[in-house]
């Protein structure tokens, strides 16, 4: 059972995925970087069109973090490319599906032209209702933790929910149900660190463009294996009882 300090109306798993693994991929195939983040818009695409079937409403899928500009330059701008490329191709697909897109993170870092493109897609695919697919680019949870304080700090007396919102950027958006991270990588890398709170963690040694449908299944196996607490008991053990109201 969920508890009630965080429970939100939405039945269907809010999954977010770390993406990780481009990079070995191709080097170990004796091929460039940018050819194994190419590879893993495969994997994009292949993840978005099972995860409505697997019984997601949420998926977040990590993309670029803030701290991905220490790159050299070459591959950032590589990666840059690929997102255009991606809103470019993918609307009218994500479109035809039900996706709904949106873009966490910075914009005003982005290279020219990407913020507007990121914004069309966007308004376009805003009717989907099958799937939210939300992209994190130029995106730090610490970031947005701390714009979000900002923030609280002018509104004054803020609950638990109404703080949830300013940092995730939208109303209700469901927490985090789990958290994939590919590439044997055990680590969050400042991802959805407010979100995930009460999260279940599944790492898996694939690289990232060779995760596919099966690799996702496993996962939600393995995540409905698992008990979820919250902070109370198996639910045999506990005795009904009123909630007492903890959130400020
Ligand atoms: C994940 O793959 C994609 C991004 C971080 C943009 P990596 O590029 O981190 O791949 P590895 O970790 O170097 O193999
Ligand atoms: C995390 O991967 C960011 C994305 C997948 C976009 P990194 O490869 O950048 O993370 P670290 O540096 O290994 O922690
Ligand atoms: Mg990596």
Redesign the pocket.
């Known amino acids: 059972m969920q508890s009630g300090l965080s429970s939100k109306p939405q039945t269907k798993l809010h999954v977010g995925i ?3 693994g481009n990079g070995r991929w191709a080097t170990r195939r004796r091929m460039s970087r940018l050819r194994g983040h190419e590879a893993g818009v495969e994997a994009i695409r292949r993840v978005v069109e099972a995860a409505p079937k697997q019984g997601l409403g949420t998926l977040t899928l ?4 803030s ?2 500009w220490r790159r050299p330059k070459a591959e950032v701008s590589a990666l840059m490319s690929l997102l255009r490329f991606y809103l470019a191709s993918e609307v009218e697909s994500l479109v035809r599906n039900g996706v709904r897109l949106t873009v966490i993170g910075r914009r005003d870092r982005l290279p020219a032209g990407i913020a507007d493109a990121i914004g069309r897609a966007e308004a376009a695919t805003a009717g989907g209702d099958v799937l939210h697919l939300r992209i ?1 680019v130029d995106y730090s949870a610490r970031d947005a933790i701390l714009n979000a304080a900002l923030k609280a700090a002018s509104a004054g007396q803020l609950t638990r929910e109404a703080f949830s919102d300013l940092v995730t950027g939208e109303a209700g958006l469901r927490d985090v149900d789990l958290v994939i991270r590919t590439s044997g ?1 055990k ?1 969050l ?1 400042d ?1 959805m660190l407010w979100e995930s709170a009460y999260a279940e963690l599944h790492f898996t040694e694939k690289m990232w463009p060779d995760f596919r449908e099966d690799d996702l299944a496993e996962a939600l196996i393995s995540f409905h294996g698992r008990e979820r607490r919250f902070g109370g008991l198996q639910p045999e053990a506990m005795e009904p009882r009123e909630e007492p109201a903890l959130s400020a």
């Open positions: 770390i993406m990780d990590y993309a670029f973090s701290d991905n994190a990588e680590r890398s991802f």
